[in-house]
């Protein structure tokens, strides 16, 4: 007898691990310091993974990530593939890449949504994150392009220490752009950023200082806005910031950003260097069954041992634990960098 395929709400597939842009806050594994440089995805294993995914899961929500998924030759072919299954798609881009004509094959295709990075109104500043000079400009065209196309548009800003004092002009000017929403992501130590930590990397008050301007913005101009890095109540409690939407990780593996490669090695999340297994060998439920997936809710980390709020936070990224040389059974390390106490 057949047996049922794993309902799935969202995966994350990374279509590519080349790019144009060196950003200092990139967390992908491969740029990990002494990572091994990572393998070119070809359009064949690309297009055998995927069919492997639906294979062993319905999936409602697809996004293809990378690297730059829009310096991948075939990527429209792929695009189709996975809207053939009827799954919605969200494109992650850094703003740099794919014409004009890519971007209305990808409106035809019908892909959903489109994260484009713009974290400064300064163009200096966000090129300095970005590592190249004019990607700003070229980010900044390419998001009133996509609009200008019927593209809804997220504005993705990484928020470091360079570009918290434009952080209120800088959404201002995203309202003005008639972007869909915007989302505010706390810098995530992992992949380049590990090395430019230091310099990227607020004081706790900086960071709460940046919220709260988010926070009254938004409310003031009714701008819609959410934070997707997880992060523990000890350091942005959600009741401080009522009108930003915040995420979390929770125990239920479904639930959590499960991202696989074009080798079929599925990662709980994006951000995690851990393989959690390969769907060539082991379908998805034998994957959730491990004992490396279920370690993430067996035990507490002990810095948050008897915390009143561990159920709204569950530690933060563990995914950053795990590349700051930790366990999944770690806190995540912004803790540690921000001299965050316990505070029970």
């Known amino acids: 007898m057949k047996k049922d395929k794993t309902h799935l709400s969202h995966i994350s ?12 806050y990139c967390y992908n594994i491969w740029k990990m310091p002494g990572a091994n440089p990572p393998e070119q995805v070809t359009y064949k294993a690309a ?13 409602d929500h697809f996004t293809f990530t990378g690297g730059e998924q829009m310096l991948f030759d075939r990527l429209a072919e792929l695009v189709l593939m996975v809207r053939l299954k009827g799954s919605t798609v969200t494109l ?27 974290h400064s109104i300064v163009p200096e500043i966000h090129d300095y994150l970005a590592g190249v000079k004019g990607a700003h400009e070229k980010s900044k065209q390419t998001i009133e392009m996509v609009r200008d ?28 752009m008639n972007v869909a929403s915007i989302m505010l992501n706390r810098f995530n130590i992992g992949g380049a950023g590990i090395e430019y930590a230091k310099d990227l990397m607020p004081t706790l008050d900086e960071l709460k200082g940046a919220f709260k301007i988010a926070n009254d913005t938004i409310r003031d101009h009714k701008i819609k806005l959410t934070s997707n ?13 009522p009108y930003i939407g915040f995420g979390h990780c929770g125990a239920d593996p479904k639930t959590k950003p499960l991202t696989i490669d074009h080798k079929g090695n599925l990662r709980l999340c994006n951000h995690s260097p851990v393989d959690a297994g390969n769907i060539f060998k082991q379908s998805f439920e ?12 067996d035990s507490t980390p002990e810095f948050c041992d008897g ?19 930790m366990t999944i059974k770690g806190e995540d390390p912004v803790l540690k960098m921000l ?4 505070p029970f």
């Open 92 to 118: 992650i881009s850094n703003g740099n890449a794919g014409t004009e004509e890519d971007f209305k094959m990808m409106q035809k295709l019908g892909v959903g949504l489109y994260e484009f990075p713009f």
């Open 229 to 241: 890095v997880c992060s523990p109540v000890c350091v942005l409690n959600p009741k401080e910031f």
């Open 339 to 342: 001299n965050i106490e316990k």
């Open 13 to 24: 597939f990374e279509v590519n691990t080349a790019c144009n842009l060196r950003c200092k």
């Open 286 to 297: 034998e994957i959730f069954e491990s004992d490396y997936v279920k370690s993430w809710g």
């Open 149 to 176: 196309m019927g593209g809804r548009v997220v504005a993705v800003i990484v928020l470091g220490k360079q570009n918290i004092p434009t952080l209120q002009e800088t959404l201002l000017r995203l309202k003005e």
């Open 47 to 59: 297009r055998k993974a995927i069919k492997q995914i639906y294979k062993r899961a319905s999936v």
């Open 307 to 325: 915390c009143e709020h561990y159920d709204l936070c569950f530690a933060g990224c563990r995914a950053a634990a795990e590349q700051m040389g």
